[in-house]
């Protein structure tokens, strides 16, 4: 049975009040071979039918609970505790939206302040805001944020070590806005983007130098040798960052970076074929007023009772948009929540257990590969849990054997760049232990 809220008399009213004859009349302009009068849809399945269909569906993936994966490339397979998925399955997070509100929204809020206040920790920073998309997005406004000081500085140069489709991201932002963007090169050797390359950019038009760390190729890079340069011309450094590295490595804010970002689904979010996700972004106070989204405060009323509200939001996002230092109205609340439970769960503690696990599997993983002579390690440099080799034999065909096998490989960097062809970028987490690691290298190197 089908519901439609229309009758017989108001199709008819609609199609006179268009001007049409019928309903057929609406697509004369689509050519009669193309149009279909009809749907030819299969039988309706029972809700019983459809769980096994789509089951079925389903089974034809490689999965990252029954099979190992070592791709990475900015989403990676981390073990998300079960106190997550209860805490966001209550029904008070789970439906709630933006918190305008404060008096109907304090859990809502207080979960947002905590997020906050563990993201400002996390990255070294002094200020977070509530969150955005993901967490090429965040980079980008991360940039953005740098041109829209009152010195309104244009130009953004962007590193060729950061994840290629974030400088796709800051391309698409940026279009239209009369801002020069560079984008340096990928290096040729060493996988690492060497300080003087900025060289030539840096002058009193410089908004921002932008970097990844650890970089797209695995590469841990000197983070403080780009924020001496950025900060020589009175520019700004902007970090993209691998939130769980930063359990184990210094956090960029103590290099001196200016804006950090980063992709938050590594906190308690699952990768769910590439999202929902999470767009981490945290600052110095110096550059509070020019911050995307939201940010949640505590206040206190006149008994001094203690509340959460939202301390600051720019009211040109929701109104006079021309006028917004951004648009970006909302915010990934249900993934920056689990971000919450997930390092509150794991403490510092445990998120440097994790973030351990994950660099001595990555650098097993490498030492076993390039021990069977059939693989290069690439990268000059430290790596934490991702790094690229050049494979002796096709990264396509190798990866194509790995799914027979059971195993998810690596990415196949010729599709950044043909230079890149031949090139494999693996990834390494707690979940990859030792025996998952033997086997993959048993079937690439057979």
Do not use: W
């Amino acid at each position: 049975m089908t519901f439609n809220p229309h009758t017989k008399e108001d199709r008819e009213a609609m199609l006179a009040a268009v001007g049409a004859v019928n309903i057929e009349s609406l697509f004369s302009a689509i050519p009669e071979d193309v149009r279909f009068p009809k749907l030819n849809l299969p039988r309706t399945l029972s809700e019983q039918e459809a769980f096994r269909r789509l089951s079925e569906l389903a089974a034809k993936n490689l999965n990252t609970i029954e099979h190992p994966s070592f791709l990475g490339a900015g989403l990676y397979s981390h073990y998300v505790p079960a106190a997550v998925q209860q805490i966001l399955f209550r029904g008070e997070f789970y439906t709630a939206y933006t918190p305008y509100q404060p008096e109907v929204a304090q859990g809502t809020l207080q979960a947002i302040y905590e997020y906050q206040t563990m993201i400002a920790n996390l990255t070294g920073m002094e200020v977070s805001n509530a969150s955005l998309y993901d967490g090429a997005t965040a980079l980008a406004e991360g940039a953005l944020l740098t041109v829209s000081l009152p010195r309104k500085r244009t130009r953004i140069v962007l590193a060729g070590t950061v994840h290629p489709n974030y400088r796709e991201v800051v391309r698409t932002y940026t279009g239209g806005l009369g801002l020069e963007i560079v984008e340096l090169p990928i290096p040729a050797n060493g996988l690492a983007t060497n300080a003087s390359e900025f060289d030539e950019y840096l002058d009193d038009n410089l908004a921002c130098l932008v970097v990844q760390y650890p970089n797209f190729f695995g590469t841990i890079e000197d983070i403080a040798a780009f924020a001496e340069k950025a900060h020589s011309v009175g520019g700004n450094l902007v970090v993209s960052t691998y939130p769980t590295s930063l359990g184990l490595l210094k956090p960029p804010g103590e290099f001196g970076a200016d804006v950090v970002t980063g992709e938050g689904q590594s906190l308690g979010n699952a990768q769910s074929f590439g999202g929902p996700v999470v767009g981490l972004l945290a600052t110095r106070s110096k550059l509070v007023r020019q911050m995307p989204g939201r940010l949640a405060g505590i206040a206190y009323d006149t008994e001094g009772k203690r509340g959460f509200v939202l301390a600051l939001q720019t009211r040109e996002q929701h109104i006079r948009r021309e006028k917004a230092t951004s648009n970006i109205c909302t915010n990934q609340g249900l993934m920056a929540l689990a971000a919450a439970v997930y390092l509150s769960t794991l403490g510092p503690q445990g998120l440097k257990q994790i973030a351990t696990l994950c660099y001595q599997n990555a650098h097993y993983l490498a030492s076993q590969l390039t021990a069977t002579g059939k693989f290069e390690l690439l990268n000059d440099g430290q790596f934490f849990n991702e790094f690229t080799v050049r494979s002796s034999e096709a990264p396509a065909q190798l990866n194509a054997r790995l799914r027979e096998a059971g195993i998810i490989g690596g990415y196949d960097l010729g599709k950044v760049d043909p230079a890149l062809d031949g090139q494999l970028l693996l990834a390494a987490t707690e979940m990859t232990g030792r025996d998952a690691i033997d086997r993959f290298v048993d079937v690439a190197s057979a």
